[in-house]
């Protein structure tokens, strides 16, 4: 059994402000004071020793928020590009509320997140090709730490795709969006068979 146990980054600027950050890596999505501050608590409540590797995407905020999760554990750490947060193509680093009037039928009445159909036109990436890569990513896991217990700092909408996999439910709007470093944990068997034994967890 490999046990997963998925951190979103701590806040940034961009969270506060409704920008859709998507991979945008600037200034404005790395980690503000109480981001830095949600990572420093989650590092005295929840003790990562236990693990055996950390895996990290490779945008700034979830560098950040691993290093300070890291500091005393001091895993292993690897970083790996199908971690990303999703892509929304031309519409990485916009105002959420500014493409919810310019395009309304292209997000959801219920939760304010994007439709699938919204990649069409911003040229992003599809709901199912995080889940993709995601799945690609347990599945390699699962063969090469058969016992793990593997620490994994990424992002919302990646957490979800996580879910999605786990829950084999239609799509990612079917899950919330995690709270900034919130901790979500999934055991996947062998065979592929994996529990959503907790999500969303605030320490």
Known sequence: MTE???????QTTGNTQGIKQGTTNTAITHLNETGQQQAQRLHDHFAIDFADQLFVSPLIRTQQTAAIVNQTAALPQTVDQRL???????????LNAELKQQYPALFSDLTGDVLPAYAAEAGGETFADVERRVADFVAEKVRDYP??????VTHGFTVRSFVVNALQVPHPLAVPEPDNTSVTKIRVTAKGQQVLEYFNRIY
């Open 4 to 10: 997963f146990y998925l951190i979103r980054h701590g």
């Open 84 to 94: 990303l947060e999703i892509s929304y193509g031309r519409w990485d680093g916009q």
């Open 147 to 152: 016992t793990g217990k593997l620490v994994v």
